[in-house]
């Protein structure tokens, strides 16, 4: 049972802007940043987001990241078709002294 | 080219044991925190656990769902990572990733070996 929160599916058509809410508590995005993992089909996750909003480079800046609270999301303006895949935000949760990863979010382009 | 290469995975029975290595390449090993994350089947991924630094005493952390039956180690004169696990359940059933840990942040990650324990 994961204690970030993530909807469970987003989509959009080629374009469009998608956003993918993270919720979570004040012992984890509360305080700590937080990073996002992008897991195309068949692959390793590979890292998209960390601190917040920043993007490692080669990423594109398409992807976008922003935290406010105990909350997070990350934003994919002109949705491409290579960007459908599985989508995650991590973080380290004090209270449990451990890294915690999100539900997870499934992204389809239309 | 960063490389984070993972052996071991196989078939195992459960209350059995399994010993994972990553070897990597293309970076300073000694100098980052390394880790392992999980995926079972069809699930997101789970932190396994991690290991510091020569200069930390080489602390581990392991996630509550391992501790007691996973150990993980380094071995920095030949840039190897490794999880030792025992007791092994039907629920640890999953593929295992070596990661780099860079400031609390995952930005290499390895092929991955799958694990299934059955009998």
């Known amino acids: 049972q994961s204690v970030l929160t993530q909807p469970p599916s987003a989509s959009g058509t080629p374009g469009q802007r998608v956003t993918i809410s993270c919720s979570g508590s004040s012992s984890n995005i509360g305080s700590n940043t937080v990073n996002w993992y992008q897991q195309l089909p068949g692959t390793a996750p590979t890292l998209l987001i960390y601190d917040n909003n920043q993007r490692p480079s080669g990423v594109p800046d398409r992807f976008s990241g922003s935290k406010s609270g105990t909350s997070a999301s990350l934003a994919i303006s002109g949705l491409q078709s290579e960007d459908e895949a599985d989508y995650y935000c991590a973080t380290w949760d004090d209270s449990l002294n451990g890294y915690v990863f999100g539900t997870g979010a499934k992204v389809a382009v239309l | 080219e960063v490389q984070l290469v993972e052996s071991g995975g196989g078939l195992v029975q459960p209350g059995g044991s399994l010993r994972l290595s990553c070897a990597v390449s293309e970076f300073t090993f000694s100098a980052y925190f390394m880790g392992w994350v999980r995926q079972a089947p069809g699930k997101g991924p789970e932190w396994v656990g991690r290991i510091k630094l020569k200069g930390d005493s080489y602390t581990t952390q392991h996630a509550a769902s391992v501790k007691g039956r996973f150990l993980i180690s380094r071995d920095d004169s030949t840039n190897s990572l490794f999880l030792q696990m025992n007791s092994l359940k039907a629920e640890d059933t999953a593929v295992y990733y070596c990661?780099?840990?860079?400031?609390?942040?995952?930005?290499?990650w390895g092929q991955g070996t799958l694990v299934t324990v059955s009998s």
């Open positions: 990661i780099r840990e860079n400031w609390y942040r995952f930005d290499a």
